[in-house]
């Protein structure tokens, strides 16, 4: 089952964008690096309503495109940050710390069948 296209007229857009701001429109669309319009990025680190912000709307939303991330967040970071920190932070599932027993005993037995060559020749 294919999606139905609706086709606006010209007059019908623009009764659409009437109170709507273009630039905030296309800054919200865009995913490319070059879509920051001189936007100051925060630096530094992460504050916990900001991890917070960040957690609720990729939980929330669909991941498109990292660049895009941050301005739909409400967060004045770059999208790399954004991803960085979910990345190595905030993804659920997320194990940090010590291996197993069990995990340390696989690793081993997997170096002993594979070596130390990543490489198949």
Known sequence: MS???????????????????WEIYELKMRCKS?????LKHKKGLWSPDEDQKLRDYILNHDLGCWSSVPINAGLQRSGKSCRLRWTNYLRP????????THEE????????????NRKQQ
């Open 34 to 38: 070059s879509a920051n319009l001189t």
């Open 3 to 21: 999606p139905s296209l609706t086709i606006l007229t010209a007059d019908a857009f623009e009764c659409r964008l009437e109170n709507f701001s």
């Open 105 to 116: 005993q696989v690793i081993l037995t997997l170096h002993g069948m594979l070596g130390n």
């Open 93 to 100: 599932g997320l194990k940090r710390g010590m291996f197993t």
